[in-house]
């Protein structure tokens, strides 16, 4: 009888090695098909929880931390795919070009990729060009008002959701709105509190509006159609942000006064 058991647990320990691996090779084909991991990310001199930034040896931010630590994880290399904004990101998710992105998230955009957990959530609101006598919604609401979001994001769809009178136009980059609203070509620029007023200490003159039209969300994702994948990343982002792991990366990226908010209160 002895013996038999055995054989039988012998049995059982062979099937479970041999699930492993196959489980492994599965999640490493869905997530990783060219044998890198591809991350998506968006680059600004903006910073923040979601944009990275161009450097002299390649690329920092807080998704090119995640998504180095994500590949080591899995055991292969990470290859970073640069865009110019989410909505760029959202427009590709389709097309097998990234494996795994960390960005803003609405309904729209559920509609063509998987989220994971939330890790930051960002108030919203709008920097006003210098000289400016706009001083809240208010007075910002008005016929001819020109405001200015990064194009196909979900800040400029709150932004057009908010705004009943002033016009919304969406740009392509950060750096072009920046350089419109320093020359006062526009009146406003939409985004998340925090980059406005990093912008802010580099055009003197422009003032942050106390008021918030939206709060946003981030979060990691997969394109649809992935399980394997969205539960792997959807534990990697949970651990991340119980280990430590989250922290390091905001610490690394000029984040150490900001803390981690994974829900809209």
């Known amino acids: 009888m002895s013996a038999q058991l055995s054989r039988l647990a012998g049995l059982v320990l062979g099937v479970m090695m041999m699930a492993v691996p196959a489980h492994a090779d599965a999640l490493k084909d869905e997530i990783a098909p060219t044998g890198k991991l591809r ?19 390649g690329y920092a931010g807080v998704p090119v931390d995640l998504g180095r630590e994500m590949a080591a994880q899995l055991g292969v290399p990470v290859e970073y795919v640069v865009h110019q904004n989410s909505g760029q990101i959202t427009d590709a998710a389709a097309k097998n070009t990234w494996d795994v992105t960390f960005l803003p998230k609405d309904p729209e955009r559920e509609t063509k990729m998987t989220f994971g957990p939330i890790y930051e959530v960002a108030d919203a609101t709008y920097i006003v060009k210098p000289g400016s006598t706009i001083t809240n919604f208010a007075t ?54 925090d980059q406005l007023h990093a912008m802010a200490k580099k055009i003197p003159g422009t003032k942050v509006l106390d008021e918030t039209f939206k709060q946003t969300v981030t979060a990691v994702a997969v394109p649809l159609n992935h399980p394997l994948a969205a539960a792997f990343t959807a534990k990697f982002m949970t651990e991340a942000t119980s280990n430590g792991t989250l922290r390091k990366a905001y610490d690394n990226n000029g984040l150490k006064d900001s803390p981690i908010r994974t829900g809209v209160k």
């Open 140 to 193: 910002l609401d008005q016929d001819g008002v020109k405001v200015a979001a990064v194009n196909n994001t979900t800040t400029m769809r709150g932004a057009i959701a908010h705004l009943k009178h002033a016009k919304v136009a969406g740009y392509q980059t950060y750096d072009e709105i920046f350089n419109l609203l320093k020359n006062g070509e526009i009146d406003a620029f939409a985004l998340s509190r």
């Open 39 to 57: 991350v998506a990310i968006a680059i600004s001199p903006a910073g923040g929880a979601f944009w990275s930034t161009k450097t002299e040896s």
